[in-house]
């Protein structure tokens, strides 16, 4: 699932929405769509495989704008990541 371009939006068994936003060698970096602040939530590739994400074929630019129109705000590093993915596509 990985081999996708990212960014991209997967969604989970409980419908809840995540941006993936970076794939390390350990880690894969998400920012769960939640209600609070959106903060930046690292996956190992066990945790990630185990939630079965499902990919959602969405406009990455109208997705990572609905990120940052977030009403519960967002932490330094999620809007700082947001406004980067948002600049690359510019």
């Known amino acids: 699932m990985l081999e996708k ?13 995540y941006l993936v ?3 390390g060698r350990k880690f894969i970096h ?5 209600s609070g ?7 190992t590739y066990t945790q990630y495989k185990a939630a079965q994400f499902k ?3 969405l406009d990455i630019s109208v997705a990572i704008d ?11 590093t999620a809007l700082n990541e947001l406004l ?3 600049k690359g596509l510019v």
Do not use: C, W
Request: no cysteine.
């Open 84 to 86: 980067e993915m948002k």
């Open 37 to 43: 602040k959106l903060t930046i939530r690292k996956l």
């Open 30 to 34: 998400t920012i769960p769509m939640k």
């Open 55 to 57: 990919v959602l074929d």
């Open 66 to 76: 609905r990120f940052l129109k977030h009403s519960g705000g967002h932490t330094e």
């Open 5 to 17: 371009i990212l960014p991209y939006i997967v969604q989970d068994h409980n419908a809840k929405t």
């Open 21 to 23: 936003i970076r794939a």
